[in-house]
């Protein structure tokens, strides 16, 4: 009797979990608020983890609880989410959810676009004519816009006078953030992605506004922009900035092939001439009329870690370096030592070109 009386205790406590597991599964795949149907935007990117992409969603209020979006998953054999960008609501079941997220069920109604670090606006324009209605010359003409960009002067801290230079090929180079956006396909115009770009800049910018607001940030921007393509590495930029810092101080040209690339529009991967260096140009610093002087603008769109390594440069003797065809950069304190260091990486089959 009294084994009979155990066995039917733990029975019906075990009917008692059964009850309260199938309650706590009903209640967490169940809406969050089933009168929600506001579109909310969720973007999954490639190679997001499992416990981010709950994170993610648990954020937007989207799932009731990230552990048990985990337990969902491995309960119901689900090995892949698609990286995608998508219009989830409050009102969705969680298997509804999944279903979309396992079969990469995307808004289409949404643009992304890619902006890489180092890119110009030319790149740029190109990008949106391909993925957008708006061709890259109706983008690139609204850069210039003298209207807008008086207005922008005075909508952006960062934005100053010095854009409206004449000489400057595009005002609003360097400073269109380089990042991935999201854009409504509808009605999408130039302004609205170059205000984005604008306002994820002053979102950058912002911890260093003090900083920059008792410098010249036309040249800070100019600077990074052109240790953005002469380095890879954060320390390697940080000690480039130290060497142009440097020439300028001493009045010499800043000597970088990159600039007169963007000069003369030349693909990287082309051959300059001397007449080339030669030739000035108010953005060619390989011009000995360039002598202590900068570009007149920025020369690409260059990542945060540029601009900080501009505003916080290494503090050296250095003025030349060079750089491998592996992009390891070597610096050196006199045209002598870059002389030796050049010839070495040519003998050891390590010169760039």
Not at 177 to 202: G, H, V, W
Not at 265 to 274: A, G, H, I, K, P
Not at 315 to 325: I, R
Not at 328 to 348: D, G, I, W
């Amino acid at each position: 009797m009294k084994k009979m009386r155990i066995v039917a205790l733990l029975l019906a406590f075990i009917g008692l979990l059964l009850i309260a597991a199938f309650i706590y599964y009903q209640y967490n795949i169940s809406p969050v608020d089933i009168s929600s149907n506001a579109n909310i935007e969720v973007v999954i990117p490639e190679g997001m983890s499992t416990n981010n992409i709950a994170k993610t969603l648990k954020d937007k209020d989207l799932i009731k609880s990230e552990f048990f979006f985990k337990v969902y998953l491995r309960l119901n054999n689900v090995n892949s989410l698609k990286a995608s960008t998508y219009l989830l609501t409050k009102s969705m079941s969680l298997d509804e959810i999944v279903n979309d997220l396992e079969k990469g069920t995307a808004n289409e109604d949404v643009i992304r676009l890619t902006f890489r670090e180092g890119e110009t606006i030319t790149d740029y324009a190109n990008l949106i004519a391909e993925s957008t209605n708006i061709t890259s010359e109706e983008f690139i003409n609204t850069t210039k816009d003298q209207t807008l960009l008086s207005t922008l002067i005075n909508d952006y801290w960062f934005l100053t006078d010095e854009i409206l230079n004449e000489d400057i090929y595009y005002p609003l180079e360097g400073y269109l953030f380089p990042d991935t956006y999201e854009f409504a396909k509808d009605n999408l115009t130039s302004e609205e992605i170059i205000r984005t770009l604008l306002d994820e800049e002053e979102s950058k910018l912002e911890p260093y506004k003090e900083h920059l607001m008792d410098t010249n940030i036309h040249s800070i921007i100019t600077l990074a922009s052109i240790a953005e393509l002469e380095g890879v590495k954060d320390e390697d930029r940080k000690l480039i900035i130290s060497v142009f810092n440097n020439r300028l101080e001493l009045g010499m040209n800043l000597g970088s092939d990159v600039t007169t690339y963007y000069a003369f529009n030349e693909e990287m991967d082309s051959d300059l001439t001397s007449e080339m260096f030669n030739t000035y140009n108010p953005y060619n610093t390989r011009s000995s009329e360039m002598a202590g002087r900068l570009p007149v603008g920025p020369i690409c769109n260059p990542s945060i870690s540029s601009i900080e390594a501009t505003i916080n440069p290494e503090v050296s003797d250095y003025l030349y370096f060079v750089a491998d065809k592996n992009r390891n950069v070597y610096f050196t304190r006199s045209a002598s030592e870059h002389e030796a260091k050049v010839q070495e990486l040519k003998e050891n089959g390590d010169w760039i070109w």
